[in-house]
């Protein structure tokens, strides 16, 4: 599981082979002298960082200052200041026309609806992975959430703020299962444009949805299978999509124990 | 109180991708339809060729005793018209308002082919909207 991605942040600026670390991460999970050169190995969720630095060279010291304390720091080098934030949003019709090709192009894949979904929810699996990563770092300083209940309102709260700009409409548990959890949305932002012709039956474009949740709890350690459905509502004309959780049998597991 | 009468959309070439009837006035079968969609298409065409200005992008309004016809043609060649009361006002806000509603629903459904016919649930829904709208503002009026 781990090791998928190696991220240097690095340059090397000067000759004695140092990766600086631009970024605050975490403290180091663990150092090894060899020779004369340090590693450190830094973990966030995913993702292992190696810093190699001169063992008791001045610049290493400072390193270290600036990966744990994660304040403010004056850049003298403009490379090194990091990105800003930037505009926050995305064009909504940029992103409906390139989530109807996303669609069009599984579509023309796949001989059968439900690999469609599961072509869609793929897709959305390597998001959640990438958001999990991120949203860790940005909004909770390199913490995870290890609770059921946590990771859960992470999800319809965090994640669905980022990817949509706004919580989502609800988040219940089942009445019939004690595994399954709902988050329901009245209009789902990738449904809007869309209409599902009818001869593909239930089919949901939410599976994308779907799939990036799914990511994000099973990168979180909470394996699960998450689907999206269609739910009428009464009075209203269109239904409403719901994301189905249900937890695997372990996380209940761990959970009960956890008390 | 029909102010509307019909609504057709035609693709590039000249073919009905839409075509929705309203109220009981000037109702046509299918054929027809297609047949007065083509005709159109072509008097268009031709409009533009016969026009003694330069510059002209084709017929806009047909007025005849009993009905006019207000046409909109977007950049990319698909026409949208109404055949409607005559002297029915704000036609042509109304013509760019489904432009845009065709553009939101049916453009970005990933399962609309292009230059078929249209039937996307949300496109119709919003479109009856929006005419209806269009009629409780003409009843203010």
Redesign the interface.
């Known amino acids: 599981m781990w090791g998928i991605y190696y991220i240097f942040y690095s340059y090397f600026y000067n000759n004695l082979g140092q990766i600086r670390l631009s970024k605050s991460l975490c403290n180091p999970s663990c150092t090894r002298m060899i020779d004369k050169y340090t590693i450190c190995l830094y973990f966030s969720t995913h993702t292992r960082i190696y810093k190699i630095a001169r063992t008791g060279n001045q610049n290493c010291k400072s390193i270290e200052q600036m990966i744990g304390a994660g304040k403010m720091k004056q850049y003298t080098n403009v490379l090194d200041r990091p990105l800003s934030k930037g505009k926050q949003e995305v064009s909504l019709?940029g992103f409906?026309?390139l989530?109807?090709?996303?669609?069009?192009y599984n579509?023309t894949q796949v001989d059968n609806i439900a690999e469609l979904e599961r072509r869609l929810e793929d897709a959305g699996y390597a998001v959640g992975t990438r958001i999990l990563e991120l949203l860790c770092h940005r909004e909770k300083g390199n913490r995870r959430e290890t609770r059921l209940l946590g990771i859960l309102s992470f999800v319809h709260s965090t994640v669905w703020k980022i990817l949509f700009g706004k919580v989502a409409d609800s988040l219940e548990k089942g009445t019939e299962h004690e595994d399954e959890y709902m988050i329901s949305e009245k209009e789902l932002l990738v449904n809007r444009?869309?209409?599902?012709?009818k001869d593909?039956g239930a089919f949901n474009?939410g599976a994308f949805v779907a799939g990036i949740v799914r990511g994000v709890l099973d990168n979180a350690g909470f394996p699960a299978v998450v689907s999206a459905h269609f739910v009428p509502v009464e009075g209203l004309?269109r239904p409403r999509t719901t994301i189905l959780i249900k937890f695997a049998e372990e996380v209940l597991q761990r959970e009960a124990r956890l008390g | 109180m029909a102010a509307i009468y019909s609504l057709y959309i035609i693709n590039k070439s000249g073919g009905l991708i839409f075509y929705k009837d309203y109220g009981s006035a000037g109702r046509m079968d299918t054929n027809d339809s297609l047949r007065l969609a083509s005709l159109w298409h072509s008097m268009h065409a031709i409009s533009q060729q016969l026009s003694p200005v330069s510059g002209c992008m084709g017929i806009e309004l047909l007025q005849a005793d009993t009905f006019d016809l207000h046409c909109f043609q977007s950049l990319t060649g698909t026409k949208f018209f109404v055949v409607c009361e005559p002297g029915t006002p704000h036609m042509e806000g109304l013509l760019k308002h489904i432009y845009e509603l065709y553009t939101d629903y049916v453009l970005k459904n990933p399962f609309y082919e292009m230059e078929m016919p249209i039937r996307c649930e949300l496109f119709d829904v919003n479109l009856a909207q929006a005419v209806q709208k269009d009629r409780v503002a003409l009843l203010g009026r």
């Open positions: 019709s409906a026309f989530f109807s090709e996303l669609v069009q579509q444009f869309i209409s599902i012709p593909m474009c004309q």
